[in-house]
């Protein structure tokens, strides 16, 4: 999930993502993504969890200046 993060929140790009996570290139981040949007999908628990994580990015977001 945190590439899916990386990717949005923080600006960087499927590649610099996988450099940053030791994963591979962008396309390991990309097959990851696809995986985490599945799970998205079908799992409430994964969803819960992405929904925390989105609230309190957002919040740090509005409070940063």
Do not use: W
């Amino acid at each position: 999930m945190a590439s899916k993060f990386l990717c949005e929140h923080g600006g960087y790009t499927q590649r610099e993502v996988g450099e940053i996570l030791k994963i591979g290139n962008g396309a390991s981040v990309s097959k990851q993504l696809q995986k985490i949007s599945g799970l998205l999908a079908t799992d409430r628990e994964v969803q819960k969890l992405y929904n925390v994580i989105e609230r309190q990015l957002k919040l740090k977001e509005r409070a940063d200046p």
